[in-house]
């Protein structure tokens, strides 16, 4: 049964594959029917290489798996095996502190990760700040490598917090580095198991921050930025202090080199801030945030909270045009891409797409081991008045009520596969289940015959067997579902079992976080306040 | 803006990193916690404060040892010990764990008295249900078992369970069994007395210390590295429950002792609206697979799922084992089993479903004794759930094991060197584990292998033989044949061919043996253990000659029989020692006794020896030829003479080419494959007893009929000689006789096994050690010791060839007993056929 299913996938990959000799679009094309790599003609194949070789190259090894290792293929995945793929990223956080005498309006968060990279590019993080009030949730969706996406995900939320500290608190941290006491604790990370390490900021980087801070206190402002500027302002200078540090002279051979990768790989991002009923996301990118909102007659609505940057949104084209001159109006998006090349039209480092061609050039002249760090330089056609992308991320504003309840972030590995409608339907299935099943024990039958009988009730139901995660329950629809929305186990089993070096061409890496919200407490400000 | 993020760089290059405050946060725990000075050195040092750990202590102190520290990462008694269920149930299947069972009920009962201290020891009793035929076998062979060691107990029909009672449904039931004196405790009040007792009798002890690590140096324990600092030791003690794998791998000279956890749950509930009397016995419902004692007026009921949930894999993360889930679904068949045994229970009030991690081994028995790698590093885990019930009994086998060299009862059924290292891998575990907790109530059949964590070991032919039917057994993770199933017949699935009767592979080993005799069979030998002893001088003899108790100092080429013997004359290893040149030898010992046989050398050679020892177990593979035309097979395939004391070894590479030769030339003598049941058949009814299994380090040479084997003028000395020139002088207690079953009907009647209690007109001699099927005299043949116990005092006394001579003899299989004729030497008509010396030798040497 699942032998069919392997068919499919090899001869739609045979088939796309034979038609690659055509040239590169078709290629593209291909990848972008089913999932779009983001960088193409990038970073990893010199460009004078890149058409026919590039797809031939992947033809070869295409081939090589469909004709001589066909048989080879283990598809015989057991539904336990595939929970255990499925739910090895997987984590559940519960929110238990109080906000001034207040439950937090968050009740707790679910995520989850399923890498198609090798090794995987998305990143995640969940930080509460503690010198202001206020929980962060972020999704990082790196590409041409995790460089950029993993210091974006140790580094952001450090500049959202120091930007929302009053200016006691950060002549505090002022004067405690100039006497060299320890520093105020600013952020209280909420890891997820097998996420990689966080380096709680090297000392450059530390350094970096507090020029920043230096520059808010030169502001005199009393109460900190605005949460909305605090936003704004983050993401542009953790993307331009990512551009300046390497053109910084630096002395450490590690930090110089991990500066470039950085640099010269990207990371959209999309971040939420949650202090109460007050809930910002600030996205630049493709991923997106969106909110599961229960209206009062009970029926369920999704509630967009970002926009796509890409060459799908009218406002992003327009605001292409008006940056660049007319002249290259047909050229700045070719092929649904930002110059060719970019899927998402804002995104941290990515500085050839940033930088002046002589800049780059100067920077890598410096005697950089490029091939060593997987850095090719590359200037796509038609780069004229550069810098083509931004961080600059677009932020909004929502006042949490009490029929919001929950958000979802996600990169664009589960967008692409679902619908928001889809999201919050499975999400909501998600809430119905986890509650039957929590009431059920939770308020557990008193005597043993009750209890057994609930308990051969839910044996007989199959209960047991669903998601504890939402997260996992969209990653698992989002790759076994088919053309038709219906969940298939045979393709799940498929999609799992691809060897690494074709996972990428059916699906991306996805990153899940779902975050439930208190909708007593938030219920509770409206009345206080 | 650029250069000013530059010029502050370079000026802040040297400011303090952001770690600081970091380290600041983890010094006040530092400050809070309690500065208590650990002594800097001690005698003896027990890592873990449950009932294992301070068990030990209590004994060890009652020896006399008193310089012990005893160290607990939590609180005294934790960990598995604070959740246990409290029973304490002597009904075991081993006669060494009904023993250990049986000292542990007498030591708890006076506890109180001793110390003081209440420990809720209630004697219950406790009953065994029996739901089929097969389960009141199993019931009625170890009621016959804990009879002979006097512990009461009877099988009962279900009317008196219903009497003993009230609660139980009894209609499904076929029988049961009854142990009067089983009690019900509470472990941790138990863990604390014997805490409380060892501790003025001077043990120090120190709670919420963690042991790091274990110094060793050159192979010797030297100390021992805590969070709280070092404490120099001689000896250590790994009782750390769960976290006993973790710590021994803790060690530069990693211990391993192979255990795992799995999680395990049972109910507490509110009290029965007639609260149950707290004298109420203790059920086991095996068939059910869940136990039901009396708790507080209500009930306390937990069991071993088919399914059980492994936890832990990863390590030791968890230093307490609180805040477990509760997992309702997963408790539901042992919910509905217990409804089904107790219906009125229906509207009882729930209190709690614990969640209680239990610790596992590979063969459900728990693990004692001393590393073979590091001497003074001893070990007492592993408790397969009956930690409570062991805890006494196995803490005073490790303390006569630490404080006289060797415990005052023969555990090598529980000595950790019983695994080989392959047998400590954390996923075998994790596999083995998950066969292991529902095998804690499955009804246990003789001859039953283990299905998980197979195929560790093999010999080179395995994929040919597998091929041509093989069906395979393993010995101390070493695959080997049992039989060959020819390709028309098909034997029964592995669920209903558990018997006690006549098992399904009858025919086939008869057909195997029969070839044995008439023709030639090649048994493939590979697992058994082989190791070379050389030295550069002559020293190799010498020192050989003082460990081993024959006479080594035979021709190049000569094979010698021999015991291994300790100083009490015991065998610590039953091998063959072939001598390959002036200064090698090959020394061929049982599968098992890879460990023990290699770390047994290493101990007891002289320290300043030259002497080189090699394992070359997986350099070998090992064909033995059986049967009259052997010798005609052999010289065909050699140019060279086939002489009896002709050593038969080969190197592996050609191990495949070699035995399709020996196959393709056997043709025409008929030979074929056969497995280990045929072999065991052979050498039972050749009375040939096997190390490990008929006779072990309590058991002398003079005392299984080998005074042959020993050359006591040999003209030095050797280990174990005083021993038995003593007991060769006194005469022996125990002698190990065959016994030939007379009114035994092979297809109709249980079959023997072994453990089954030997009596002597009427009065109980002893135990079987094992038993077969000879289809030569075409009955069943038991090997066992006879003992002398006087009518008056119970004492031992000796046994002479006319004591077992002039007696009539019962053999009892689950209460029916069969006569039996005794023997001391083999039935001479089997010897009949002329035969070469070396084929009966060389299956004398191997089956274990």
């Known amino acids: 049964m699942s032998s069919t299913v392997s068919y499919w996938i090899l001869n739609s990959a045979r088939n796309s594959i034979a038609t690659l000799q055509g040239g590169r679009r078709l290629y593209s094309r291909y990848i972008s029917n089913r999932n779009k790599l983001k960088w193409r003609l990038f970073s990893r194949v010199p460009p004078t290489l890149n058409s026919s070789p590039c797809g031939g190259f992947r033809l070869c090894k295409a081939y090589r798996h469909t004709s001589t290792e066909e048989d080879d293929f283990h598809l015989q995945l057991s539904p336990e095996q595939i929970n255990e793929v499925l739910r090895a990223g997987e984590s559940t956080h519960k929110i238990l502190d109080l906000e001034s005498r207040v439950p937090n309006s968050v009740l707790r968060f679910e995520s989850n990760q399923l890498a198609a990279n090798s090794p995987v ?102 109460m900190g930025l605005s949460i909305e500027e605090a936003l704004m302002y983050s993401f542009q200078r953790l993307d331009s202090d990512i551009s300046l540090e390497i053109q910084a002279p630096l002395e450490d051979e590690v930090t110089k080199n991990l500066s470039l990768q950085v640099a010269f790989s990207g990371a959209t991002a999309c971040m939420a801030h949650v202090d109460g009923i007050h809930l910002h996301v ?89 091939e060593a760090l997987n850095i090719y330089q590359f200037t796509p056609p038609h780069y004229y008045t550069p810098p083509y992308l931004t961080a600059e991320p677009e932020v909004t504003y929502h006042r949490l009520r009490p029929q919001d309840k929950f958000l979802v972030l996600a990169s664009d590995g589960l967008w692409d596969m679902l619908s928001n409608e889809d999201v919050v339907r499975l999400v909501v299935g998600h809430l119905a289940e986890a509650d039957w099943h929590k009431t059920d024990l939770a308020q557990r039958p008193a005597n043993l015959g009750l209890m057994q009988s609930l308990l051969l009730q839910r044996k007989a139901s199959g209960l047991r067997e669903a998601d504890q995660n939402a997260a996992t329950r969209l990653i698992r629809h989002a790759i076994g579902n088919n053309e038709y929305g219906e969940m298939e186990a045979e393709r799940l089993a498929a999609m799992l079992t691809l060897p690494e070096d074709l996972a990428r061409m059916y699906r991306d890496d996805i990153t899940v976080t779902v975050v439930y919200f208190n909708s007593e407490s938030i219920g509770a400000y409206y009345k206080g306040g | 803006m650029f ?17 600081n405050w970091f380290s600041a946060r983890n010094s006040t725990s530092a400050a809070e916690a309690r500065s208590m000075a650990l002594p800097t050195q001690a005698q003896v040092v027990i890592c873990g404060g449950g009932i294992m750990g301070t068990s030990v202590a209590y004994h060890l102190s009652k020896m006399g040892w008193k310089d012990i520290v005893l160290l607990e990462q939590g609180r005294l008694a934790a960990g598995s010990t604070r959740f246990c269920a409290g029973i304490l149930s002597t009904a075991r299947h081993l006669t060494i764990e009904q023993k250990m069972a049986d000292y542990s009920n007498k030591l708890y009962h006076q506890l109180e008295q001793e110390t003081g201290i209440q420990t809720g020891y209630t004697r219950t009793g406790s009953i065994f249900l029996a739901q089929t035929q097969d389960r009141l076998i199993s019931l009625k062979r170890i009621n016959a078992g804990l009879n002979v060691i006097g512990i009461p107990s009877e099988i009962i029909s279900p009317k008196k369970v219903a009497e003993l009672h009230h609660l139980l449904n009894v209609h499904d039931l076929v029988g049961a069994m ?37 110094m060793v140096k050159k192979g010797q324990v030297t100390g021992v590295e805590t969070d709280k600092g070092q404490i120099e030791c001689q000896y250590f003690v790994n009782c750390a429950g769960q976290w006993a794998y973790e710590l021994g791998l803790s060690n530069e000279e990693p211990v391993s002792i192979p255990l795992h956890a799995c999680e395990h749950f049972y109910l507490l509930t509110r009290p029965l609206e007639t609260p149950l009397q707290s004298s109420t016995p203790t059920i086991v419902d095996a068939d059910g697979r869940i136990y039901i004692r009396n708790w507080q007026g209500g009930i306390l009921s937990g069991g071993f799922e088919k399914n059980p949930k492994p936890i832990f894999t990863e390590g030791k993360n968890q230093l307490e084992i609180q805040n477990l889930q509760e997992d309702w679904d997963h408790f539901e068949p042992l919910l509905s089993s217990l ?77 950790l060197k019983r695994f080989g290292a392959l047998q400590s891998s954390r996923t075998f575990l994790r596999h083995r584990v998950m066969e292991v907790m529902p095998l804690m109530y499955d009804l246990k059949v003789p001859r039953w292998d283990f299905q998980t964590g197979r195929q560790l070991r093999t010999s080179p032919l395995y994929d040919r033989l597998d091929a041509q039917g093989a069906r395979w057994m393993e010995k101390h993770g070493f695959e080997r044949p049992k039989y060959f199933v020819p390709p ?131 350099k070998y593979t090992a064909l033995n030829l059986i049967g009259p035309r052997a010798v005609d097979v052999l010289s065909e395939l050699s140019y060279a003479p086939m002489t009896p004391d002709h050593f038969p070894s080969l190197f592996c590479k050609y191990a495949l080419h070699v035995y399709n030769e020996v196959m393709s030339v056997g043709q025409k003598y008929g030979i074929r494959n056969a497995g280990y049941y045929a ?44 021993a038995l020139l003593q007991q060769k002088q006194n005469g022996v207690y125990k002698r190990l006789t065959m016994f030939i079953l007379d009114d035994h009907d092979t297809d109709l009647d249980l079959w023997p096994w072994w453990g089954e209690p030997i009596y002597r007109n009427g009065q109980y001699v002893g135990k079987t050690t094992s038993s077969a099927y000879s289809y030569s005299l075409e009955r069943h043949v038991c090997l066992g010791f006879v003992h002398n116990f006087s009518e008056d005092t119970g004492e031992e006394q000796v046994v002479t060839a006319d004591f077992i001579n002039r007696g009539e003899y019962e053999i009892d299989i689950a209460g029916y007993r069969f006569q039996a004729k005794a023997k001391l030497y083999p039935v001479a008509s089997l010897f009949t056929q002329k035969r070469r010396k070396d084929d009966m030798e060389l299956s004398d040497l191997h089956g274990k």
């Open chain 1, 121 to 222: 590019e998305d990143r995640r993080g969940v930080a509460s700040c503690l010198q202001t009030n206020g929980l962060m949730f972020g999704i990082f969706d790196g590409h041409g490598g995790h460089a950029c996406a993993q210091a974006v995900s140790e580094r952001l939320f450090y500049y959202v917090a120091v930007s929302l500290m009053s200016h006691q608190t950060l002549e505090h941290m002022e004067g405690a580095m100039e006497s060299m006491k320890p520093l105020l604790p600013i952020l209280h990370w909420l890891k997820h198991p097998g996420d990689s390490i966080y380096k709680d900021v090297t000392s450059v980087h530390l350094d970096h921050l507090r020029v920043y801070w230096q520059e808010l206190l030169d502001l005199h402002m009393e």
């Open chain 2, 3 to 19: 250069y000013r993020l530059l010029s502050i760089v370079g000026r802040q290059r040297a400011s303090p990193g952001w770690q």
């Open chain 2, 339 to 415: 409804l089904r045994r107790m219906p009125e229970l229906e509207t009882l009030e729930i209190m709690k479903l614990v969640n209680c991690p239990e610790t596992f081994t590979p063969d459900m028995r728990c693990i004692m004794g001393e590393s073979p790698a590091v001497q003074g590093y001893f070990v007492l885990a592993g408790m397969n759930s009956a930690g409570l019930s062991f805890g006494g009994g196995a803490g005073k086998y490790l303390a006569e094991w630490m404080v006289h060299g060797y415990p005052s009862e023969n555990v090598w059924e529980l000595d």
């Open chain 2, 488 to 618: 028309d017949k098909d034997l029964l699935a592995l669920e209903q061919s558990k018997t006690f009767y006549k098992p399904d592979w009858f025919d086939i080993v008869e057909s195997e043996v029969k070839c044995c005799k008439e023709a030639v069979c090649v048994i493939d030998m590979s697992s058994f253990t082989k190791f070379e002893l050389t030295s550069t001088g002559d020293q190799a003899l010498e020192v050989l000659q003082y460990l081993f108790s024959n006479d080594l100092d035979v021709p190049v080429g000569h094979i010698v029989h021999t015991g291994m013997l300790n100083e009490g004359g015991g065998y610590e290893n039953d091998c063959s020692i072939a001598r390959l040149n002036k200064r090698s030898f090959f020394m061929i010992s049982p599968t098992d006794q890879q460990v023990h046989c290699w770390a047994w050398l290493k101990k007891h050679r002289p320290r300043d020896s030259s002497l080189l020892l090699e394992d070359v177990t997986w």
């Open chain 2, 679 to 722: 072999l065991r058949s052979l050498r039972i009814e050749k009375f040939f007893a096997f190390w490990g299994q008929d006779i072990n380090n309590l058991t002398t040479p003079l005392e299984c009929g080998r005074e042959s084997r020993v050359k006591l003028e040999k003209g030095m000395d050797f280990i174990g000689r005083d």
């Open chain 1, 282 to 370: 600030a996205n630049a990118g493709d991923c997106r945030a969106i909110l599961g909102v229960q209206e009062d007659n009970g029926m369920w609505s999704c509630l967009p909270l970002t926009r796509d940057h890409n060459a799908w949104n009218q406002a992003e084209l327009s605001r292409l045009k008006r940056e660049h001159p007319e002249s290259e109006d047909r050229t700045i998006i070719m092929e649904d891409r930002l110059l060719g090349v970019l899927i998402p039209c804002r995104a941290f480092g990515d500085v050839q797409l940033k930088w002046s061609k002589e800049l780059q050039r100067s920077i890598l002249e410096r005697g950089f081991n490029t």
């Open chain 2, 178 to 214: 009854h142990v009067p004196e089983d009690a019900v405790v509470s472990s941790a009040d138990v863990a604390l007395a014997l805490a409380s007792a060892a501790s003025q009798n001077g043990v120090q002890i120190y709670d919420r210390t963690s042991v790091l690590h274990v």
